[in-house]
């Protein structure tokens, strides 16, 4: 068990612009979640699914050339919380008609407990929350 004098657990890691760092982003969550005693969670494919569609969006549309992005993990004994920060500009939000893309986000909002945009300076961070 643990104890509450350890909470919350937060683990970051940094990944370039490069489509290389989805599959890293999934192992870092993975291991984590290990670190966690979370292996069993029967809510671990969700949350490799959305971290995978939030790393993808933020290295195809969020990050800029030159610049990498942050996957922060963070779990409170109750609650897993995944943010994705990229320094680019736009806000990301829900294909209203969803093509070859557009479904990364429709994906997460279906999956996870909650999720949601916050502002940084500069950019933005994409965070989606599973209850446990």
Known sequence: MIAATELPYQRDQFYARDRRSVPAARDFTRGSLEHWDLVDWPRTDDLLLCVSELVTNAVLHGVPPGRGLLLRL???????????????????????????????????AALADKWGVGERDPGKLVWAEFVR
């Open 74 to 108: 963070k779990y409170d004994g109750e609650l897993v919380r995944t943010e994705v920060h990229d320094s680019g500009s736009g806000v990301p939000g829900i294909a209203d008609v969803a093509d070859e893309g557009g479904r990364g986000l429709l994906l997460v």
